[in-house]
């Protein structure tokens, strides 16, 4: 259906990796051939895919020439304008190399520390001079499984001295982009430090730019822990710390499965596309996923094409919701108000605080107020079910 195509306004976007995923597993080994990065944008482009994200390594490969970069920066450049494709995200891969094996910005040797915000530093030039608007930290090795070689504290205050490093230098480069930490509570080590949304936002406070560093909550990762996905994202908003988001899908409580958006989870990633829509969310709708294992190339573009049109569909789902007398009835009927109380409330004065203590309350009458909330889900799930 046209109404579900995808254009550029959508502003969709996919990592490199995504796409260029080869399906291998930690039992078993790659079932597709390498797909090349500067074919990987341009099949996205040709999709009306809005921008792509990459790691340092996805775009030039570990230890290339300064010939073979500089060959492969051109052709990205003139890829990103023939497809009219930007490049909406940069990160450094900190993770693969072994010597990340006990973390980069965590790890106890200085060496590695030093090394990582080298790594940092060399791709966030290259991440400014593509356009970048966000750069991403996924701290994939910072963490531990043997709690006696390393105290999460001492962890957290190299991590912090790592970040107050880059932001100084993001910001005497006079690099525009915003900075966006990425939680995960596992995987691949067996606790990584920064969990969750909430572990990031305390970190932020303690930085010494807390101005340019904000989150980058992925669905996957909030329902590996068990959590909801459209709490930790609502919170990172009210906050004004959403600097990114990490789309796809996750069954809780397992391994990171990076599914495609919209295959699990249907009533949560309802509520993800209403925050984002409802709030006229500026960054990207971005997919941060994996095509099946059992897939082929082109299965590949099914998994692309099939994320965005389940953005859409749901986002039209939203429209519904927001337009439905009944659904919008039984809100109304459940947020009372009483400006006068709420004054009292919303500002602190002894006397305020007097007069509330004086204030009669009838707790059983006010129990009896009735939710009609069996009412509101059931109508809810029969939108999405495409009944209503
Ligand atoms: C994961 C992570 C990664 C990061 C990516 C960007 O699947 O565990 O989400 O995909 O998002 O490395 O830094
Ligand atoms: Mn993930
Ligand atoms: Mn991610």
């Given at each position: 259906m046209a109404a579900f195509t995808p254009k550029k306004e959508h502003r969709f976007s996919f990592g490199l990796w995504c796409t260029a995923n080869?399906?291998?597993d930690p039992f078993g080994e790659e079932t597709r051939d390498r797909l090349d990065p500067l074919t990987n944008i341009k099949e996205l482009g040709k999709r009306n895919v809005y921008g792509f994200n990459y790691h340092d390594d996805d775009l030039i490969p570990f230890g290339a020439s300064l010939q073979q970069r500089n060959k492969i920066i051109k052709e990205t450049k003139k890829i990103i304008k023939d497809y009219a494709i930007v490049c909406s995200m940069a990160t450094t891969n900190?993770?693969?190399?072994?010597?990340?094996?006990?973390?980069?910005?965590?790890?106890?040797d200085p060496h590695v520390r030093a090394y990582a915000l080298q790594k940092v530093m060399k791709n966030m030039e290259l991440g400014a001079e593509l356009g970048a608007k966000t750069y991403v930290f996924w701290g994939?090795?910072?963490?531990?499984?043997?709690d006696a070689a390393k105290t999460p504290g001492e962890a957290i205050k190299r991590y912090r001295e790592c970040m107050n490093f880059l932001c100084a230098h993001a910001r005497r480069q006079g690099y525009g982009f915003r900075f966006a930490i990425e939680p995960k509570p596992n995987e691949p080590r067996g606790d990584i430090f920064l969990a969750t949304a909430g572990h990031v936002l305390a970190f932020i406070e303690?930085?010494?730019?807390?101005?340019r560093v904000g989150v980058n909550p992925e669905i996957e990762h909030s329902r590996m822990a068990g959590l909801n996905t459209y709490h930790d994202f609502a919170q990172c908003m009210e906050a004004g710390k959403l600097y990114h988001v990490d789309l796809g899908a996750q069954k809780p409580n397992?391994?990171?499965?990076?599914?495609?958006?919209?295959?699990?989870?249907l009533k949560e990633t309802f509520f993800v596309v209403k925050l984002l829509e409802d709030h006229g969310w500026a960054g990207t709708r971005n997919f941060d996923e994996h095509p099946y294992r059992s897939e082929n190339e082109q299965g590949v573009w099914d998994f692309v094409e099939g994320s965005m049109r389940s953005y859409l569909i749901l986002w039209e789902k939203v429209k519904r919701f927001n337009a439905d007398k009944k659904i919008q009835q039984i809100l109304k009927s459940v947020h009372n108000s009483d400006p006068a109380l709420e004054l009292l409330m919303g500002r602190y004065t002894p006397e305020g605080a007097e007069k509330l203590k004086r204030h009669s309350f009838d707790p059983m009458a006010l129990s009896k107020k009735r939710l009609p909330y069996e009412e509101l889900d059931q109508r809810l799930q029969e939108l999405l079910l495409g009944v209503a």
């Open positions: 080869r399906g291998r900190l993770f693969y190399h072994r010597v990340f094996k006990d973390g980069a910005f965590t790890s106890h994939g090795r910072e963490g531990a499984e043997v303690t930085l010494d730019d807390p101005e397992r391994f990171d499965q990076d599914l495609r958006f919209g295959s699990e989870d």
